[in-house]
T-cell receptor, first 112, second 115 residues
Framework: DAKTTQPPSMDCAEGRAANLPCNHS???????VYWYRQIHSQGPQYIIH???NNETNEMASLIITEDRKSSTLILPHATLRDTAVYYC?????????????FGQGTILTVHP | NAGVTQTPKFRILKIGQSMTLQCTQD?????MYWYRQDPGMGLKLIYY???????DKGEVPNGYNVSRSTTEDFPLRLELAAPSQTSVYFC??????????????FGPGTRLTVT
């Protein structure tokens, strides 16, 4: 997996958008960008993934730069329940048997 | 569906004891994984399996063993527990890893302390 770099912590006001950046400058052409989050020592929870195009689902949006060297996870209206550790992972999908490499992630704290 | 279940939730072991962490999934997923998470760190892959009868080592396999006799179950065995194995253990599963599509589903974890 390509190495990813994330800020160790971020703050966000409740109701505002939370924009979490991730750098993956050595990402390969066949590697996807995945985002997971872990709320208070629970098991990680999948959020979203993408290859080249921007993606959106009911939880978040993923914006990937055209050169694919960085991406941003957007939580459009952060709530207190979004306080968690967010992990950005670059992974080659089926060719790596789904094995994920977790870094230390970004601790997002949502304030009232 | 219950998803991925793990037992026990908590366990304290003495050095040198052995135990088996249980993991079961009811989603008919082929792929299953064991991770450990030390305090303040990300998860590290211990072992994984791509189907019944097929297992392989991850990043930190030493001190652990696994087996996969059924699609549903993927137990993790600790032999001769050591303090360095104090950690939270997560089991996960996913459908067969097609090119784009593999969300992993995680269990709630087993918190293990070795003293």
């Amino acid at each position: 997996d390509a190495k990813t770099t994330q800020p160790p912590s971020m703050d966000c006001a409740e109701g505002r958008a939370a924009n979490l950046p991730c750098n993956h400058s050595t990402i390969s052409g066949n590697e996807y960008v995945y985002w997971y989050r872990q709320i208070h020592s629970q098991g990680p929870q999948y959020i979203i993934h993408g290859l080249k195009n921007n993606e959106t689902n009911e939880m978040a949006s993923l914006i990937i730069t055209e050169d694919r060297k960085s991406s941003t996870l957007i939580l459009p209206h952060a709530t207190l329940r979004d306080t968690a550790v967010y992990y950005c992972i670059a992974n080659a999908g089926g060719t790596s048997y789904g094995k994920l490499t977790f870094g230390q992630g970004t601790i997002l704290t949502v304030h009232p | 569906n219950a998803g991925v279940t793990q037992t026990p939730k908590f366990r304290i072991l003495k050095i040198g004891q052995s135990m088996t962490l249980q993991c079961t999934q009811d989603m008919n997923h082929n792929y299953m994984y064991w991770y450990r998470q030390d305090p303040g760190m990300g998860l590290k892959l211990i072992y994984y399996s791509v189907g019944a009868g097929i297992t392989d080592k991850g990043e930190v396999p030493n001190g652990y063993n696994v087996s996969r006799s059924t699609t549903e179950d993927f137990p993790l065995r600790l032999e001769l527990a050591a303090p360095s194995q104090t950690s939270v253990y997560f089991c996960a599963s996913s459908p067969p890893a097609r090119v784009a599509d593999y969300e992993q589903y995680f269990g709630p974890g087993t918190r293990l302390t070795v003293t």
